[in-house]
Nanobody, 114 residues
Framework: QVRLVQSGGGLVQTGGSLTISCVAS????????VNWYRQAPGEERQLVAS????????NYSDSVKGRFTISRDDAKKTVYLQMTNLTPEDTAVYYC???????WGQGAQVTVSS
C-alpha cells in the first residue's frame, strides 16, 4: 500500500522556523521526484518546492526561495522541508506529493502568527 505520511507543522511566530517531513512507503521512493505544495484558505494549491531523484534537481517558488530548503534521505524514504524566516503569508496546509502517480500526504497545518 502506497502511503505518504507527514509530520511536523504547528504554530510559530514571525521570523521563526519549522521543519516538516514526509515518510514514504509502498513504492521505490528513491526513483521519484517529490514535491511540497501548500494551500492557504480560499486559495489554490501552490507548488512550493520539488526535488528530483538523488537531489540532482531542486526548484523553489519565488515566494520561498532563500528561506525554504527541500531535502531527501532515501535511506529513510523521507523528504524534508525546512522553513526559516517564516511570515504570516506562509500560513497554509502543506502537502507532500509524488507527482508521477499522484500520491499525496495527509497535509500539515503551518500557522505563522504576527
Amino acid at each position: 500500500q502506497v502511503r505518504l505520511v507527514q509530520s511536523g507543522g504547528g504554530l510559530v511566530q514571525t521570523g521563526g522556523s519549522l521543519t516538516i517531513s514526509c515518510v514514504a512507503s509502498g513504492f521505490a521512493f528513491s526513483f521519484y521526484t517529490v514535491n511540497w505544495y501548500r494551500q492557504a484558505p480560499g486559495e489554490e494549491r501552490q507548488l512550493v518546492a520539488s526535488i528530483s531523484p538523488e537531489g540532482s534537481d531542486i526548484n523553489y517558488s519565488d515566494s520561498v526561495k532563500g528561506r525554504f530548503t527541500i531535502s531527501r534521505d532515501d535511506a529513510k524514504k523521507t523528504v524534508y522541508l525546512q522553513m526559516t524566516n517564516l511570515t504570516p503569508e506562509d500560513t497554509a496546509v502543506y502537502y507532500c506529493n509524488e507527482p508521477a502517480r499522484g500520491f499525496w500526504g495527509q497535509g500539515a497545518q503551518v500557522t505563522v502568527s504576527s
